[in-house]
């Protein structure tokens, strides 16, 4: 799950609209991100977009395990899924209009399956209770404050 203190995330230019974010974990040292428009073939990594999803996908899944664990329930398996849309705004600028989530948790336990519906229950504004504890989703939802500086 997401850590409370501030964190703070480097990347730098590889070339042309490639950057590399220097992570160094165990599995995964370093992650490139493209923003060229180049055939799938030869793109380095996501894109901005694709990782916006990404990061909504892992915060709603860690959620939703979270509230099954916290009633004693586990799932054999989980798979999900994000689909983005995008639009032009009034300008003619790309936006990310939606994003599109499907979650899908796997158990051969039937009475697992139907106690799943407890985490899935509608609270306000017809949200699941489990998404309520996701702090990537519930901050694109809120709108996210951002604040740009550039350094010469």
Request: aromatic share 8%.
């Amino acid at each position: 799950m997401v850590h409370e203190e501030n964190t703070i995330v480097n990347l730098t230019l590889e070339k042309d609209l490639i950057f590399k974010v220097n992570l160094g974990y165990e599995k995964l040292k370093e992650l490139f991100i493209d923003e060229t428009f180049d055939e799938r073939s030869k793109v380095w990594g996501p894109d901005a977009a694709q990782l916006l999803a990404m990061a909504m996908l892992a915060c709603l899944n860690a959620s939703f395990l979270f509230c099954l664990h916290k009633r004693n329930l586990t799932v054999d398996d989980l798979d999900a899924q994000a689909e983005i849309s995008f639009k032009k705004n009034e300008k003619g600028y790309i936006r990310v209009k939606k994003i599109d989530v499907r979650i899908i948790p796997k158990t051969s336990d039937p009475a697992t399956l139907k106690r799943i519906e407890q985490c899935m229950k509608k609270i306000k504004d017809d949200k699941m209770f489990f998404e309520e504890s996701c702090i990537i989703t519930a901050s694109v939802r809120e709108g996210i404050e951002v604040a740009v500086n550039i350094e010469i």
